[in-house]
């Protein structure tokens, strides 16, 4: 198997969405009016999912203002031999599939020391679907029907 943390990352982004109810309340976007969804300079929606998403490894920054949510590295503990670290980047105030690219750095442990390895492309865009899914869930709760 080439990159077996993708299974696990993947899980993992699986997981962190549905323990997402819980939490930091403050930064719920459920909690906010809908026309302050795009004050923060970016989709609102697409923020809180990729916050959501990668909450399994430990968040390095998180700025709205700029649109990035970046990990620090995590290793599943299924796969201690290699770790990864993750950037979200939202790019626009629209809730499209284009608005949001997440990267990847991957590292294995090699003779005591971390060496960069590859990272499959479908494992980056796995989670930019997830994210996106959660992204127009979060959309969908916020947003009143019509009555």
Same mark, same amino acid.
């Given at each position: 198997?080439?990159? /077996? ?16 109810? =819980? ?5 719920? /976007? ?31 920054? +998180?700025?709205?203002?700029? =649109?990035?949510?970046?990990?620090d590295w995590y290793a599943?503990?299924?796969?201690? =031999? ?6 979200? +980047? ?8 284009? +608005? ?17 390895? /590859? ?29």
């Amino acid at each position: 198997m080439k990159f /077996p943390l993708s299974t696990g990352l993947i899980a993992a982004s699986a997981l962190a969405l549905t323990a997402c109810g =819980g939490g930091n309340r403050a930064m719920t /976007p459920v909690a906010m009016a809908p026309a302050q969804m795009t004050q923060i300079g970016v989709n609102a929606y697409l923020w809180q999912a990729a916050i959501d998403t990668l909450s399994f490894a430990p968040l390095l920054q +998180a700025d709205a203002s700029n =649109g990035i949510v970046l990990t620090d590295w995590y290793a599943n503990p299924n796969t201690p =031999g290699e770790r990864i670290k993750l950037t979200a +980047a939202i790019l626009d105030a629209s809730l499209r599939s284009d +608005a949001v690219r997440v990267t990847a750095a991957r590292e294995v442990l090699k003779d005591g020391m971390w060496v960069a390895a /590859p990272v499959e492309a479908a494992t980056v865009q796995k989670l930019e679907d997830i994210i996106l899914t959660r992204a127009r869930d979060i959309r969908r709760t916020t947003i009143a029907p019509a009555g």
